[in-house]
């Protein structure tokens, strides 16, 4: 999340002279006298449909034309001006942008790394409509429910804005209170973005996107529940109970809704700033990163899936907060199963154990080249893993290896009719990537290898199914149902 001033009035939207009402005439429609209506309504998808459609139909045709008309498209300028579009408009295209930013070839790279920076638009909502809407939430009168209450927004996200605030009893408060009319919002947006990425899967696919967008728009439902995500602070509270240098806000169910989400407030730095510290010090937050996102998956099948820059901080004595609970993955035993045999599968050489992993993970009827053009890429990904050595996550520090290694398995991958990867893949891979980014800033030396070896040897697959059912009862997350899988796997055909 980044810090925004507040302000009103309306914001242009592109050159086509669309204008989006950030503040005055969108809390008009939503009927903010006091309580604020804001469930999935006709009206409100009618509303985002005009801000977002034009823009999103503008990015399909271009790519369309360039496919079936043979029509050069300058993507840069297309992506800046599609950024231009929407920059005035809250909510979830935001944080789609940044699920896409790391979820590979989703869309073209020039519009993600445009759409990318839609986050540091984002106006907060301006004080009148805070009171209104805590009112709503809390009820009148509810401004004595706290020793203080910051006016204007410390941060502002793509679903709601954060106020800093007092309890009775002096204890630091985090506010997070949800934008108005994002359950509208979240599905005309998913309509939108299945249409973009519809097209695109028609004009240049290696890996076809139902299940991405089938995960992404799960994933962005729930986290419109506040209610949810304090069952998720709860949840990680407990897992990570026993973690040394490692703090997760406490929820406060007395002051939280399911639009409204109280829990202390963590101080602490942007982690980035410590990337110029001594490397016992980047090591040592390295560490903590690493145990922060790992021992929740391997030990109870849990996964933070928004591992970006602004979900963490450290505090003046080095502990990591962990930030932002409304996106975590539950995965069953036999996926964390899978994971682990993948890696034993590329340490022995052993082709069958391989395939049985991928099979684990969702994926199905593969090819013997295509299983061998994956292995290049797990070979990639669990390359520090499978080296027990003290080292750079990255050898080649500036990423540059990398992408040429993505780049060829995509070739390749599009070469052999492409692949449908299961939805439960989506967030696995979004965190390994963004947890990487952060081991290549701190340019941490470290043996992963031992590190992961730690959390792994012991795995029991009915252990961690159980350890798992215990957790989320304790913490009252919603247990996903077991008989729901992936959809059958299948070998896209190009068109």
Known sequence: MTASTPRSGSIKAGQGGLKAPVDIGLFRKTGLAG????????????????????????????????????????????????????????????????????????????????????????????????????????GPGWERRFLRFERTAARAASLGQVHRATALDGTPLACKLQYPDMAAAVEADLAQLKLAMGIYERYDRAVTTAEIHAEIAERLREELDYRREAAHLRLYGAILKGETGVAVPRPLPELSTSRLL????????????????????????????????????????????????????????????????????????????????????????????????????????????????LNRWALYVYGPLLDDRTRRIQEKGNGADGAEIVESVHRDIRRLGGVRPPREFVFMDRAAVGLGSVFLHLKAEINWHRLFHELIDDFNEAALAARQRRALEAAGVPSPPESRKSSPPRRSRPL
């Open 35 to 138: 309580h604020v209506a804001d469930e999935d309504t006709f009206a409100g998808r009618v509303r985002r449909y005009a801000q977002v459609g034009s823009a999103m139909a503008g990015l399909g045709a271009r790519l369309a034309g360039e496919r079936y008309l043979g029509i050069p498209v300058d993507r840069g300028r297309h992506a800046a001006e599609l950024k231009a579009a929407l920059g005035g408009i809250k909510g979830p295209l935001m944080k789609v942008a940044q699920l896409l930013a790391t979820i590979p070839d989703a869309l073209p790279k020039e519009y993600v790394n445009e759409l990318i920076q839609l986050q540091a638009n984002a106006p907060a909502m301006g004080w009148p409509f805070v009171r209104r809407r805590m009112a709503g939430e809390l």
């Open 262 to 373: 109280t829990m202390t407030w963590l101080d602490g730095a942007p982690i980035l700033d410590i990337a110029t510290a001594p490397l016992e010090t980047r090591n040592r937050i390295a560490l903590r990163m690493f145990r922060i996102w790992y021992v929740p998956f391997y030990h109870f099948g849990v996964i933070h899936g928004d591992p970006h820059l602004g979900n963490y901080t450290v505090a003046p004595d080095g502990t990591v907060n962990l930030l932002d609970f409304g996106c975590i993955r539950v995965f069953p035993a036999h996926f964390v199963r899978g994971v682990i045999d993948l890696y034993h599968a590329l340490d022995r050489g052993d082709r069958d154990l391989a395939v049985e992993a991928y099979r684990r993970w969702g994926f199905g009827n593969l090819s013997n080249e295509m299983i061998a053009v």
